[in-house]
């Protein structure tokens, strides 16, 4: 077996107005997989061990962020990928994107101050046993940069008690930037296989830059997808 | 036939905007209690049968027009 047989394959979907798909891809190389941009308007996905929908503003945010892209053709495919345990993350307007689609719970609403927020945030690992957080050690603070206007997690008391019981709240904020309702900054499905995250891994790599919390989110996926395809079964 | 969907936060549902909207107008002297602010669509549709029609808008709001979770909708459709 070839060496980059042994990197996994992780598509990056681009919607009109993702403009962290670049970042996501260099981040992914970096940490060890064979990162590759899918088009929003494929019907298909191509053989891939792990998903990631990007950060940006697809469909210009139009209706409220994330509502248009949830139909876009590739998104059908994403959705079986999912459905399939296929481990599916999801980065700012992605985030929004999961939620839209009935990926993952809850919604993403206007900050509470309802100013764009943009800065290095702490963010508490609640969940270090999910493919996404592996890395990482329950308790621990990660920094990461957060860019958004509609980052205001809300869940209603009924499901927000399901998550806590459920314990798919993977990411807390440490200081709640943006209103989030029980300062959610991550979560994950029931299973575990679908992430979705305000603050941006991808731009948190490289001490050379700043923080590099985000390499621990982004390695901990490349792992995950490259046991998933490389284990003996 | 003309039809206008009007989305509105739900109750208890915090809405940021429209506080700004109700602090300005009481900045500019109006005894504004409270304020929220939704949206509007406005849309023409094919076809003359009400009934069909508002199932159809029922349809759209559910998949796309409104989250369920945090807005709440209402139909109207245009009698002529």
Not at chain 1, 157 to 178: C, S
Request: hydrophobic share 45%; with cysteine.
């Amino acid at each position: 077996m070839s060496e980059s047989r042994t990197r996994p394959r992780i598509a990056v979907v681009v919607f009109p107005g993702s403009n962290d798909d670049g970042d996501a891809v260099l981040a992914l190389e970096r940490l060890g997989a064979d990162a590759f941009p899918v088009w929003h308007g494929e019907p298909d996905l191509p053989a891939a061990d792990a998903v990631v929908l990007p950060g940006g503003f697809s469909y210009g945010d139009y209706l409220r962020c994330g509502a248009i892209a949830r139909f876009a053709p590739v998104m059908g495919a994403v959705t079986s990928f999912a459905g399939e345990g296929g481990l599916v993350l999801g980065i700012c307007n992605g985030f929004q994107v999961l939620c839209e689609a009935g990926l993952l719970p809850g919604t993403l609403r206007p900050n509470a101050s309802l100013s764009f927020v943009c800065r290095d945030v702490d963010v508490v690992v609640e969940r270090a046993d999910t493919p996404f957080t592996t890395r990482a050690e329950q308790g621990q603070c990660l920094t990461m940069p957060i860019k958004h206007g509609e980052g205001c997690y809300f869940a209603d008391d009924e499901l927000l008690a399901e998550l806590e019981a459920t314990r798919q709240i993977a990411l807390r904020y440490a200081d709640n930037p943006n209103g989030s309702v029980a300062d959610v900054a991550g979560v994950v499905n029931a299973d575990g296989t679908v992430f979705g995250l305000m603050p941006h891994p991808e731009h948190a790599v490289d001490p050379l830059l700043g923080p590099s919390g985000g390499a621990l989110v982004l390695g901990s996926l490349v792992d995950a997808a490259r046991e998933r395809t490389f284990a003996p079964a | 036939m003309r039809a206008t969907v009007l989305v509105r936060p739900k109750p208890g549902i915090l809405d940021p905007q429209g506080e700004a909207v109700q602090s300005s107008l009481r900045h500019l002297g109006f005894a504004v209690e409270e304020a929220r602010v939704g949206r509007v669509v406005d849309l023409e549709l094919e076809g003359e049968d009400p009934e069909r029609a508002r199932a159809e808008l029922e349809r759209m709001c559910q998949q796309l027009l409104a989250n369920p979770l945090i807005e709440s909708f209402e139909i109207s459709v245009a009698a002529e």
